[in-house]
């Protein structure tokens, strides 16, 4: 019988499936060997300092309480005294034993709770109950204890487990944003040395382009080919402002900013702009002051970028809402546009330069606001909701945190 049980209790918390269904399938086997009506399986949850039930079995399992808090209960007795418990009464009805009080104790007349650790660490309870007066076996009492050292290594190796995956999933990210950088920093330097080499002979033909202009009469069939050239000079023209900004070796000049006017300024552009594509504007502003350190007009750009692309993807009107709030020691901005995100298949292209999907795009807006926030030790999280919209979310450090305010 010992061996039997012992087996397939390794059987079960060695499988593959998800850790919570092995816990079931084990809470199920003590119930089906053993003479208890409920058995539940709790995990000690470190920052929550409580036990919480993962696992339950047995005709009684929904009177197994969800969770404990470190000092409530026969799990709480458990916790304190690193012993099991052992709770037999002549009475079914109440919910205390002698000082105890366990709301899980209502119907039973006996419970034992075995602590799940390994040395000093918890990782949680093992927790059974009758409703009959009952005395387990030495024999059985063994059994549990065993059960309990095999449960709470299973748990021990599944919490390295995800601590290590964890671990690794963090260096993969970090390894791809290094190869990024590097390589962002090579297409950097090189657009920048193509952009300084266009931009004079570029500024040479936009300003004969309109002299010829001003020689034409007005209504002679070649203006518009000289509109067309202008156009082109124009739109080539930003692309280089843009290269150029992005590859910028300007330093950054950080100043304490208030984040609330900061945004109210870079909207402020795009006013007009709103209203003639019907874009209905919510500030959704921060009463309270939000300082920032900032380079001012660098961030500008960071934010008129975000607010430009949300504009530009509501062709058809919509609603841009900006957020202000201060979150976990920092200033967080976010800008939502109803213009339907982009496909979850190209989301991950938006940071890269000359990735665009618009005709008469650059694809350099979000690789510099990129630039610019990661040199403002702040972070940009992108929210797709595809088919509604999109949400930039860009934090900032508060004034009194950031590292370069006395340096820079
Ligand atoms: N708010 C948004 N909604 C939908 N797509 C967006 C949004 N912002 C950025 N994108 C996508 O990311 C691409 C890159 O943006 P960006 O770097 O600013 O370059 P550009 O605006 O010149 O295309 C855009 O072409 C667009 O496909
Ligand atoms: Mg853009």
Known sequence: MIYKILSKVIEFTDSDIPLYQRLGKVARLIVGQLPVDACGIYLWEKNERRFNRVAAGGRRRKNCVESYG?????AGRAKKTGRAVDCARKEAEKTRWGSIEDRGLKGFRSAYVYPLRDGDDWRGILYLKAEKNLKLSEENKKILHVISKQLASTVKNEQNYLRLKNAYKKLNDLQIRLMNAEKLMAIGELSAALAHEIRNPLVSIGGLASRLRKKLEPLSPHLHYLDHITNSVTRLERIINDILNYAGKREAKFNVGELNSLVNESLWLFEEACRSHKIKVVKNLSKAVIPVVVDPQQIKIAFDNLIANAIQSMEHGGRLTLTTAKRGGCGVVEITDTGGGIEPNIINEIFTPFFTTKKEGTGLG???????????????????DYGRGMTFAVKLPFADKHPERDGA
């Open 70 to 74: 470190e000092e409530e209960g026969l």
């Open 366 to 384: 979000l690789t510099i606001t990129h630039k610019i926030i990661t040199r403002h030790k702040g972070l940009i999280e992108v929210k797709n």
